[in-house]
C-alpha cells in the first residue's frame, strides 16, 4: 500500500515537470532508494559527503550518484542482467587499460543488498556531444585523430581474457571488424582548454562487430573526418603486416 501511495504521488509531482528528460530523471530517482544508497557511499568511503549530483545511466538501467567530486557510483535499476553486465564490464576494462590510448577509469566492484555496484574515479570533462558546434568544427582533426587512434587500436587488439564474449572467440580483427563501443558521442570526456580527449568511460555494452556504420557522416561532420584518419591507420597496419 505504501509503495502505491508513492507512486501516486510520484506521478503527480512528475505531472508538474514539463521537461521529458527532466521529468525521466526525477522518477527514477524519487522511485530509488536514494538515501539508503548514500548511507552506503558514505560507509564505503568513511568520509562526510559534500557534494552529491544523480544522473540516469543508459536505457535507465541505472542510477549513478557523483560525491565529492571525486567518485562515481552505479547503482542497477533493473534486475535481470545487471549482475552480468556488472561482471561483464569490468572483465573489459581490465583487458583494455593498458592497451587503449586514451585513459580508461578503473571499475571497482561493490556489493549491496544483493546487487553488484560499480564504483569509479570521477573524471571532470565535457561530454563530446555537449562541445559547442563551432569549437568541435574549429578541432574537428585534433578530436578525429584522437578518436580514430582510439577505435583503431581496440578494434585491432584481441585480449584472450575475454574471447569468450565475442559472438564466435575464433574470429579475427578486421577492417572496421573488432572490439567496439558503440555510443561515441556521449562516453568521451574532453578537457575543453586544450581539447584533449582525457576518457572513455561505460564499457559494458562493448561488443567484437562491424562497427562500420559509426563511421557514417553525421550533422556535426565528425565522423567523416574520423573514417579519413582510421583509414590512414588501417592503411599503415596493413602495410606493415
Known amino acids: 500500500m505504501a509503495g502505491a501511495i508513492h507512486r501516486f504521488f510520484t506521478n503527480i509531482i512528475c505531472g508538474f515537470i514539463y521537461n521529458k528528460d527532466t521529468r525521466n530523471h526525477a522518477r527514477v530517482v524519487m522511485n530509488s532508494p536514494i538515501l539508503t544508497n548514500i548511507r552506503f557511499i558514505r560507509k564505503n568511503l568513511n568520509k562526510p559527503l559534500h557534494k552529491i549530483k544523480t544522473f540516469i545511466g543508459y536505457q535507465a538501467r541505472n542510477l549513478l550518484i557523483s ?18 553486465l556488472t561482471i561483464r564490464e569490468k572483465r573489459i576494462v581490465d583487458a583494455f587499460i593498458q592497451i587503449s590510448p586514451i585513459p580508461i577509469p578503473h571499475v571497482e566492484i561493490l556489493e549491496h543488498r544483493g546487487t553488484l555496484v560499480r564504483k569509479y574515479k570521477f573524471i571532470r ?10 569549437l568541435l568544427n574549429k578541432n574537428l582533426n585534433k578530436l ?8 583503431f587500436e581496440i578494434s585491432i587488439s584481441d585480449p584472450a581474457e575475454i574471447r569468450d564474449l565475442k559472438p564466435n572467440k575464433n574470429a579475427k580483427p578486421g577492417y572496421m571488424y573488432g572490439w567496439t563501443q558503440g555510443d561515441i558521442y556521449d562516453n568521451f570526456l574532453v578537457d575543453i582548454k586544450t581539447m584533449k580527449i582525457i576518457a572513455f568511460i561505460d564499457w559494458e555494452d562493448c ?17 567523416p573526418a574520423v573514417k579519413r584518419e582510421y583509414d590512414k591507420l588501417y592503411t599503415r597496419h596493413t602495410k606493415s603486416n
Open 144 to 151: 578525429a585523430k584522437q578518436i580514430a587512434r582510439f577505435m
Open 67 to 84: 560525491v565529492n567530486d571525486e567518485y562515481i557510483f552505479k547503482f542497477p535499476l533493473r534486475r535481470d542482467n545487471s549482475r552480468e
Open 207 to 223: 561488443e567484437f562487430r562491424d562497427f562500420s556504420n559509426l563511421l557514417h557522416p553525421d550533422r556535426r561532420n565528425l565522423m
Open 125 to 134: 570533462g565535457t561530454g563530446l556531444r555537449q562541445i559547442p558546434a563551432e
